[in-house]
């Protein structure tokens, strides 16, 4: 889209439809996490009318400490069985010592931060073209009261994907709120 360079004080309601129309993210779907659930899914928030999406989520916490969060894509309400490959580094916060990395090699999901018990979590991460049939990629960093982790993750495969699931490393959520925005095209 062209740039407009305004030269009255006066905005015109074209005006602000358009690019306010055009303009950022946009709100597509959120859900509640339940307390002593093992995963939350996110049906039908990816479509043909965004390539790629921005997934954030926040005050969330888990029943165990710095485990990572993980996610799946789902096709209806399927969920991945196989297909990811990346890597996540991570460090423990204020502790000596290196990175580390976490390599998933064919794993059933991808990485996208870390939860704890005792700090309320949030993150945002990318999720490029699941509902295109080619690859999908996304990245993320995050950081809890425990780790900092960043890392991206290719699904090698080219189904189309309609939803999200979120789940933290075996443990369960005690709580947390999912929201799903689109990235405009134009």
Do not use: W
């Amino acid at each position: 889209m062209a740039v407009k360079t305004f030269t009255s004080t006066a905005l015109s309601s074209s005006d602000v439809n358009t690019y306010l129309a055009n303009a950022g993210l946009v709100y597509v779907a959120h859900a509640n996490i339940t307390s002593g659930s093992s995963y939350t899914n996110v049906l039908g928030c990816f479509s043909a009318t965004y390539n790629n999406y921005v997934v954030s989520y926040s005050d969330v916490t888990a029943s165990n400490n710095g485990v990572a969060m993980l996610f799946k894509l789902l096709s209806g309400s399927t969920a991945t069985t196989a297909g990811f490959y990346g890597n996540t580094f991570y460090i423990a916060n204020a502790a000596a010592g290196g990175l580390s990395n976490a390599v998933l090699t064919n794993a059933a999901y991808g990485e996208c931060g870390s939860v704890s018990s005792t700090f309320k979590n949030a993150a945002v991460f990318e999720v490029n073209q699941p509902f295109l049939s080619t690859q999908t990629n996304s990245n993320f960093m995050n950081t809890d009261n425990n780790y900092f982790r960043f890392g991206g993750y290719v699904l090698n495969n080219s189904s189309s994907y309609n939803g999200i699931q979120l789940l933290p490393a075996a443990c369960t959520f005690s709580t947390g709120t999912v929201v799903v925005y689109g990235r405009r095209l134009g």
